[in-house]
């Protein structure tokens, strides 16, 4: 299947991690293997973002979940482990409550 760009629509979800508008993501951010470089990184772009529809907080933690979602069964337990102690750490970069 082939979209608009002439590209598979297969793998949209990459085109958007790789190349967002909204935020100028470091380069293989998503595989950095300390939790708190990741959340520092995402906090980094999208407190620098000039795109962004809604405040960085959000931004990020919206990004961080999108690349979960769309890695679906590709993840390892162990990367998505990371991924989600992510999360943890990106709540505390911006000063926001955990999750209940």
Same mark, same amino acid.
């Given at each position: 299947?082939?979209?608009?760009?002439g +590209? #598979?629509?297969?793998?949209? $979800?990459k085109?958007?991690t790789?190349?967002?508008t909204?935020? !100028?993501?470091? %380069?293989g951010?998503?595989?950095?293997?300390?939790?708190?470089q990741?959340?520092?990184?995402?906090?980094?772009?999208?407190?620098?973002?000039?795109?962004? +529809? #809604?405040?960085?907080?959000? $931004?990020?933690?919206?990004?961080?979940?999108?690349?979960?979602? !769309?890695?679906? %069964?590709?993840?390892?337990?162990?990367?998505?482990?990371?991924?989600?102690?992510?999360k943890?750490e990106l709540?505390?970069?911006?000063?926001?409550?955990?999750?209940?």
């Open positions: 299947m082939v979209g608009k760009s +590209k #598979s629509a297969k793998r949209w $979800s085109d958007v790789e190349h967002s909204a935020l !100028r993501l470091e %380069k951010v998503f595989n950095f293997k300390d939790p708190k990741i959340a520092a990184s995402l906090k980094r772009s999208a407190e620098t973002s000039t795109t962004r +529809k #809604s405040d960085p907080y959000r $931004s990020a933690m919206s990004m961080l979940t999108f690349y979960i979602n !769309r890695a679906g %069964k590709n993840l390892s337990d162990d990367d998505r482990l990371r991924l989600e102690q992510a943890v709540r505390k970069v911006f000063g926001r409550a955990p999750a209940m």
